[in-house]
């Protein structure tokens, strides 16, 4: 079982930044990828950046060169840095865990929400 846990979100002006972070109830070294989905209100929950199993990342394209992913192995976090954020970049942010043989863990969602 793991538990995910997101802080970070809020309101944010066009332009600007905003971290998000997802602590985990366990190390992240057991889970095999981790990431960051978002929904935004009448659309389906897409990827915006994660980890993979080899430790490389992918991003989408829509966030590419605004947003970085990072991870601190030691305090079992994931974090996602939102830099030049726009008014589409609104949405519920979920941290997502996938560890094989089991599934998919999520977070409770955090709020962005990002004003023109």
């Known amino acids: 079982q793991v538990h995910l846990v997101e802080s970070g979100g809020g309101l944010v002006q066009a332009g600007g930044s905003l971290r998000l972070s997802c602590a985990a109830s366990?190390?992240?070294?057991?889970?095999?990828?981790m990431g960051w989905y978002r929904q935004a209100p009448g659309k389906q929950r897409e990827l915006v950046a994660r980890?993979?199993?080899?430790?490389?990342?992918n991003y989408a394209n829509s966030v590419k060169g605004r947003f970085t992913i990072s991870r601190d192995n030691a305090k079992n976090t994931v974090s996602l840095q939102m830099n030049s954020v726009k008014p589409e970049d609104t949405a519920v942010y979920y941290c997502?865990?996938?560890?094989?043989?089991?599934?998919?863990?999520w977070g409770q969602g955090t709020q962005v929400t990002v004003s023109s």
């Open positions: 997502n865990g996938w560890v094989a043989g089991v599934g998919d863990y």
């Open positions: 366990r190390s992240i070294f057991s889970i095999n990828i």
């Open positions: 980890f993979t199993s080899d430790g490389s990342t």
